[in-house]
Nanobody
């Protein structure tokens, strides 16, 4: 059974930083592209960042230059370093795994809340 478990969420003031982590088990981590999505209250879930099996990265325009995604295949973890946070970044952040070949094989974590406010 596949488990994706996010951690590191919490409350931070505008301009602050947080680091999210996602630990994966039950899957061949190195064969999965890993992504972060987020969902703000009343809004649809949206893509945030991706790190693929070759360590290539990509970001939503709204977070480019402020967020950095990375993966550690030895520890089956993916991280999201978030800096210069603003209230618009407030959301539940979800870890997402997608098999690099069979892209219909996907998994979601339960999410971790990030709140940015003064």
């Amino acid at each position: 059974q596949v488990h994706l478990v996010e951690s590191g969420g919490g409350w931070v003031q505008p301009g602050g930083s947080l680091r999210l982590s996602c630990g994966a088990s039950g899957l061949t981590f190195g064969l999965h592209d890993m992504m972060w999505f987020r969902q703000a209250p009343g809004k649809e879930r949206e893509f945030v960042a991706i790190v693929n099996i070759n360590q290539g990265t990509g970001y939503a325009d709204s977070v480019k230059g402020r967020f950095a995604v990375s993966r550690d295949n030895g520890r089956n973890t993916v991280s999201l370093q978030m800096t210069r946070l603003n209230p618009a970044d407030t959301a539940v952040y979800y870890c997402h795994a997608r098999h690099y070949l069979n892209t219909e094989t996907t998994y979601w974590g339960q999410g971790t809340q990030v709140t940015v406010s003064s």
